[in-house]
């Protein structure tokens, strides 16, 4: 079946460093959305993607989607311990699938 | 705000048992969830509802059943519970399937011994 993929699994930074997580799909994706999680919490929504190319902001938090709509990435400039979490993007067509997501550490 | 609720955030029961979890959310929603989620796996997505007493396999639904008789109310079961069931439930709801946001409730632990 279609699967999501997520590199890299796990990612330790410095405060103030930038954070990158990709997603990748063998299909294209109808739309794609990413999540987070804090340690203890549940996924709560960020995002959602829909058209070829698109990029959206959230403050330090910038979101793509390919111009194929098979990938996606999530970039955060300058981290904070805030931003720690696991960083999930779950895409679709059909059905949805979550990626295995990206645990993010920040040390101050 | 949306609230999906779920039964209880920590369970343990025994090999063999018939195990419960329920989940309400209160906003109307067409859509229900239930995932379980493992480390180093993701969610991975047991069954899902678009609407009451319709039911669609998910990825995994081998060893589990659900109920949904009422719009608000997404039960998932466990037949007779296994060592490998041991896992975090997250129950989630949606306005529309596929192309809108889940709300998620906040999880039941399940230990099973």
């Known amino acids: 079946g279609q699967q999501v993929m997520q590199i890299p699994q796990y990612q330790h930074v410095q405060e103030g460093e930038d954070f990158t997580t990709y997603c990748n799909s063998s299909?294209?994706?109808?739309?794609i959305q990413w999540y987070k999680q804090r340690p203890g919490g549940h996924p709560v929504f960020l995002i959602q993607?829909?058209?070829?190319?698109e990029v959206k902001k959230q403050k330090r938090l910038t979101f793509q989607f390919g111009e194929a709509k098979k990938n996606s990435s999530l970039h955060i400039t300058a981290t904070q311990t805030t931003d720690v979490g696991t960083y999930f993007c779950?895409?679709?067509?059909?059905?949805?699938?979550f990626g295995s997501g990206t645990k993010l550490n920040v040390k101050p | 705000d949306v609230k999906v609720t779920q039964s209880s955030r920590y369970l343990v029961k025994r090999t063999g048992e018939k195990v419960f979890l329920e989940c309400v959310q209160d906003m109307d929603h067409e859509n229900m969830f239930w995932y379980r989620q493992d480390p180093g796996l993701g969610l991975r997505l047991i069954y899902f509802s678009y609407d009451v007493k319709m039911k669609e396999k998910g990825d995994i639904p081998e060893g589990y059943s659900v109920s949904r008789e009422k719009k608000e109310r997404f039960s998932l079961i466990l037949e007779s519970a296994s060592t490998n069931q041991t896992s975090m439930y997250l129950c989630a709801s949606s306005l529309i399937s596929g192309g809108d946001e889940q709300f998620f409730g906040p999880g039941t632990r399940l230990t099973v011994l």
């Open positions: 779950a895409g679709g067509f059909n059905k949805f699938y």
């Open positions: 299909t294209t994706l109808s739309n």
């Open positions: 993607l829909v058209k070829s190319g």
